[in-house]
Nanobody, 129 residues
Framework: QVQLVESGGGLVQAGGSLRLSCAAS??????????MGWFRQAPGKEREFVAG????????YYAATVKDRFTISRDNAKLTVYLQMNSLKPEDTAVYYC????????????????????WGQGTQVTVSS
């Protein structure tokens, strides 16, 4: 069983920064054996992949829309994944979700929501122009 709790969302002006955190509570699995991802969903739109990180933190991958502005990282000792968001734009406004990959020790990341089997409740990020 895995529980994920996101925090760090809020209202920020365009060009500003936010850092999202996702704290995991895990039983029956080990946190550092699985990749993690961040997704987002804007009103009226489908949920989309934002960023992912492999179980060992050696590889990260990003959607083209956020590459070079967002950075995903993880602290396995703290069971936490982070998303540093810089140069925020109004189009980044969405509810952001962290997710737990279902595949242990996967060497490649996944951008597909169907690969992830546990999700947090989401945190709202609003970027004003």
């Amino acid at each position: 069983q895995v529980q994920l709790v996101e925090s760090g969302g809020g209202l920020v002006q365009a060009g500003g920064s936010l850092r999202l955190s996702c704290a995991a509570s895990v039983s029956g699995r080990t946190f550092d054996s699985y990749a993690m991802g961040w997704f987002r969903q804007a009103p009226g739109k489908e949920r989309e992949f934002v960023a992912g990180i492999t179980w060992d933190g050696r590889s990260t991958y990003y959607a083209a829309t956020v590459k070079d502005r967002f950075t995903i990282s993880r602290d396995n000792a703290k069971l936490t994944v982070y998303l540093q968001m810089n140069s925020l734009k109004p189009e980044d406004t969405a509810v952001y979700y962290c997710a737990y990959d279902s595949r242990p020790f996967a060497n490649t990341g996944s951008t597909s929501a169907s690969t992830y089997d546990y999700w947090g409740q989401g945190t709202q990020v609003t970027v004003s122009s």
